[in-house]
């Protein structure tokens, strides 16, 4: 390893566009695997009790190590962070014009969600105020006799 890659990869900053551009491709290459892997288990499943084939091997083959694949995959997206990211929903018609949200938009979206939010336990902390105020005024009656 020459010296100045050496020093690149040192310095590399785990957060930047680049790196992430890297592991979301390694992911869809795993996601790629996994695809090619859940066909080849389909098949075996639809196959496993022709001639020649047994339940057992298509268990053993093809459905461990779609496992094993979807718990690497699992794996790695926790150890990136890829996995934490975001992912918008795929509108029905599969256009190539849908446009991803703007990040004004994103900031407004989250700020009406977390008003929402706020106002719910804000009801909630107040239901239980009168809540405690009803007890403590029954406890008091209840006292006083």
Same mark, same amino acid.
């Given at each position: 390893?020459?010296q100045s890659s050496l020093h690149d990869s040192i310095h590399t900053d785990p957060n930047s566009p680049e790196v992430l551009k890297q592991n979301v491709q390694i992911a869809l290459d795993h996601v790629a695997r996994i695809q090619s892997?859940?066909?080849?288990? /389909? ?18 083959? &093809? ?10 995959? !699992?794996?790695? /997206? ?6 934490? &990211? ?5 509108? $029905? ?12 938009? /994103? ?9 929402? /939010? &706020? $106002? ?5 902390? $107040?239901?239980?105020?009168? !809540? ?14």
């Open positions: 390893m020459s892997q859940a066909r080849n288990c /389909l098949h075996g499943v639809q196959s496993a009790y022709q001639a020649g084939n047994s339940p057992a091997h298509t268990t053993g083959k &093809y459905l461990v190590a779609l496992m094993q694949a979807l718990r690497t995959l !699992a794996e790695f /997206l926790r150890q990136t962070g890829v996995g934490a &990211y975001p992912m918008p929903p795929v509108p $029905e018609s599969q256009s190539a014009s849908s446009v991803p949200p703007t990040e004004q938009q /994103l900031i407004d979206t989250t700020a009406r969600e977390v008003q929402v /939010l &706020y $106002e719910r336990l804000k009801r909630i902390q $107040e239901s239980n105020t009168v !809540a405690v105020n009803l007890l403590g005024a029954a406890d008091t009656v209840s006292r006083a006799r």
